[in-house]
């Protein structure tokens, strides 16, 4: 092997390829050999079952139309011996007629026979001894083989009836040995059974000579190798005479497992010492429930004989195809290997790190032709990466590079290494925008905090120096600030409008929202930032030099310091607020708040301070005032003694009409009560639910409560008359409808009042409903 290896290539390639093309000749000869082998054997064991299907099918035609005559006469006999039209004693004769007719319309049919039970066909078997067609105690068993009439024979009679009757359907009997026309012949008999009142009576059928079905199997079984074969594997129809009722394949297992399966099946087998191939064809004879084969089988070596010469055929043109490509080889090798002493040059220059050497392109695209200019893409790809590295070096990080291939090993690592200069240099830039985020954000809490220490106790000026440097500190476009009020009444306390920077004024100067009202008040309740930068149309417009425009975000914000909320921030833009903008407005609005707190605390000092000196000016005059007090106080004490007696009247008065009131709602229950127990009444809410329902309704439908009270109107009337009725009490009308219910098994018209129950202010407090049954 070694010394294979120090070899020139001149040498060793057309060794190789002498010895590989006598390899590849020697393979396709195999190839071809099997190859025509499998299609010699496709081929003839194909012909093989092909024959034994027709002689099958011709075989199955021979038994088949051979048995409708027998079929035909048994139901005739059936018939013959159930009428009662045919006198009991011409019964036998007119059996003997129809069969004579069968036996002499198809000149075919050489014999049929029927036999029958003692007494079955007329009764009379004691009239008959000895009669035509009956034996000596008076049977009937007529027998017609060539147009004569016989009487079977008892041992015939026994093996024919007891086949079928046995069975109990038509019966295709193994061969057996009979004498025929003064010759003992090889017989199979085909037996149908003659049904009266669901009884076998009878059988009728014929017999088949089996050399007359072997010539008929073989006039269309070119192998003369076929044989008739029961389903149990019993040999019936076969050339050789001796074979007949031997086990077919000398019950070789497979052969006879394949008969079991009932279906048409081939197979090899080895028999007495040769593989042979057998071929089963399935026949259906008559209406025989067992299935009978008829087989051929053909020895493995006849199949193979014309393939012997072939072989050696292609033997011998293997050899010289051999010697021709290892010369032919020979020629192209020295020629093609003129090209590898370039390629051999050139890689020497590459492993010492010469990448800048010039390489031509092949104009060949043969496999070295292919090799020079995958090594030329080598050498200019060893050029782009070195280039490539070199920009990296120098810093441009954002110089395309196209890598070889997946597997580009180097590309990829220097992509790699490009990939984590540019993230350094995104965190980096990252970080010196983070650093400039916090210096915004630490700038602007300083000037807010400069701007909430001027006009503390202004309320306006506050607010409109907070909004208006808020909106230009974020490069926002319009903003507005909303106060909570003081209100004592905690109904009447509301956020108000305190300032405004670029708002429609014609539209939001004097806006006062309730708390839970719309997004500002749904901030304030819940004390939660709202950030929206899908804007409804029409919620706020911002005026600008090219006109009104919707905004593209919102950010509202609650004044909160230590849980308590004092107002909202409301800011709008045509740009996005960027995170860190939204974390200072959460923060500067905790120093607003705790500002607006102290301004509170300021305004409400001032206002106590200016109450007190009121109050105490007003003390003074009240002084003044009780001193003129008194002496009034007297004269007016003579004035109540006498209206003191005035008011007792009106009390005993007063009493009186109570008494009267007392009576009159007294008689009114009585009336309301007396209402309730004449009619049917129950009550929606407004919004249609059944509230309340007395028991007037309920006795009427004899059920209770929870059938209707939570349930909807819409579900004890139509769409169109629920429809109509709830528009006329929106209208505030009474509405009328008659429905068809059923009551106890009976349909009624039930007629029912909708009457609305408003206030003063017209708003509707529920539907009472009168319902009563019209009296027939």
């Known amino acids: 092997m070694k010394k294979f290896r120090d070899l020139s ?96 319309a198809e000149r075919r049919i050489d014999n049929i026979w029927a036999v029958f039970n003692p007494n079955a066909v007329d009764g009379l078997d004691s009239m008959f001894f000895d009669a035509a067609g009956s034996d000596a105690n008076g049977v009937f068993k007529p027998w017609i083989v060539n147009r004569r009439l016989q009487t079977l024979s008892e041992e015939r009679t026994n093996r024919l009836f007891d086949a079928a009757r046995i069975a109990g359907y038509e019966v295709f009997t193994d061969p057996y040995l009979y004498n025929m026309n003064g010759n003992e012949e090889h017989i199979l008999s085909l037996c149908i059974p003659i049904v009266v009142g669901g009884q076998i009576v009878g059988v009728v059928g014929r017999d088949f000579l089996i050399s007359h079905l072997n010539d008929v199997a073989v006039s269309f079984d ?91 055929e292609l033997i011998i043109l293997a050899i010289i195809g051999a010697f021709v490509i290892a010369a032919i080889g020979l020629v192209l090798i020295r020629w093609m290997l003129k090209d590898v002493k370039v390629l051999n040059n050139t890689i020497d220059k590459l492993s010492l790190g010469q990448i800048n050497q010039q390489i031509q392109q092949s104009k060949s695209s043969d496999e070295i032709g292919t090799m020079k200019n995958k090594l030329y893409q080598f050498v200019d790809s060893l050029k782009r990466t070195a280039l490539f590295a070199n920009n990296i070096g120098q810093g441009k990080l954002d110089e395309d590079y196209k890598l070889l291939s997946d597997d580009d090993v180097l590309g990829q690592s220097l992509l790699e290494m490009r990939k984590s200069l540019q993230i350094a240099e995104s965190e980096r830039a990252k970080r010196i925008m983070e650093e400039e985020q916090r210096n915004w954000g630490t700038e602007g809490l300083a ?57 429609d004024r014609k539209k939001f100067v004097e806006k006062k929202i309730r708390p839970g009202e719309g997004l500002i008040g749904s901030c304030f309740l819940e004390g939660m930032p709202v950030y929206m930068t899908n804007v409804p149309q029409n919620y706020v417009n911002i005026t600008s030099g090219l006109g009104d425009s919707n905004p593209k975000a919102i ?17 709008a833009a045509f740009e996005e607020f960027e995170p860190y903008k939204r974390d200072f407005v959460n923060k500067v609005s905790e120093s607003i708040a705790s500002t607006i707190a102290s301004v509170h605390v300021n305004l409400r000092t001032s206002q106590l301070l200016e109450r007190t000196k009121l109050q105490a000016e007003e003390m003074a005059n009240a002084e003044e005032e009780l001193r003129q007090n008194m002496e009034e106080m007297q004269a007016t004490q003579e004035e109540m003694r006498r209206r003191e007696l005035e008011l007792q009247d009106t009390v005993a008065r007063m009493s009186e009409i109570q008494e009267i009131t007392e009576e009159n709602e007294f008689e009114m229950k009585q009336f309301q009560d007396a209402v309730f127990d004449t009619f049917s009444i129950y009550e929606f809410s407004p919004d249609g639910y059944i509230t309340a329902i007395n028991d007037s309704f309920l006795k009427l439908f004899d059920v209770d409560s929870s059938a209707f009270i939570g349930k909807h109107d819409s579900e004890f009337i139509s769409k169109e008359e629920y429809d109509l009725a709830w528009k006329r009490i929106a209208e505030r009308k009474i509405w009328d409808t008659v ?25 509707l407090l529920r539907v009472l409903v009168f319902a009563f049954i019209e009296n027939n």
């Open 9 to 104: 290539i001149n040498v060793k390639m057309p060794l190789i390829v002498g010895i590989t093309g006598l390899v590849v000749m020697a393979a396709v000869c195999t190839i071809l050999i099997f190859s025509q082998r499998q299609e010699v054997y496709d081929n003839t064991t194909r012909a093989i079952r092909l024959s034994a299907a027709v002689a099958a099918s011709n075989l199955a035609d021979e038994v088949n139309s051979a048995a409708i005559i027998p079929r035909t006469f048994a139901s005739i006999a059936a018939t013959v011996i159930q009428s009662n039209d045919v006198p009991a004693e011409e019964k036998r004769a007119k059996l003997l007629e129809d069969l004579r007719f069968f036996a002499a």
């Open 222 to 312: 070119k192998t003369g190798r076929g044989r008739l074969v029961s389903a149990e594997g019993v040999i019936t129809v076969h050339a050789n005479p001796a074979r007949i009722g031997a086990i077919v394949g000398d019950g070789h297992r497979a052969t006879l497992e394949g008969l079991k399966t009932g279906r048409d099946f081939d197979l090899m087998v080895n028999f007495q010492g040769t593989e042979e191939y057998q071929a089963f064809i399935c026949i259906q004879f008559g209406e025989c429930e067992k299935l009978w084969f008829y087989g051929v089988s053909i020895p493995a070596s006849d199949i193979y004989t014309a393939l012997r010469s072939t072989t050696i």
């Open 447 to 503: 000037k807010f905090a400069e701007i909430l220490r001027q006009d503390n106790d202004n309320m306006e000026a506050l607010s409109y120096n907070v909004i208006s440097n808020i909106v230009k500190y974020m490069g926002a476009n319009q903003g507005g600030m909303f106060i909570l009020n003081e209100a004592e009444n905690e109904a009447d306390r509301v956020l108000e409008l305190t300032a405004c920077y670029a708002y």
């Open 555 to 571: 950010y509202i914000c609650p004044l909160k310091v230590n849980d308590v909320i004092y107002g909202v921030i409301e800011i």
């Open 739 to 763: 429905q068809k219910v059923d009551v106890r098994g009976k349909t009624i018209d039930l007629h029912q009042r909708y009457i609305p129950i408003c206030n003063k202010q017209g708003e």
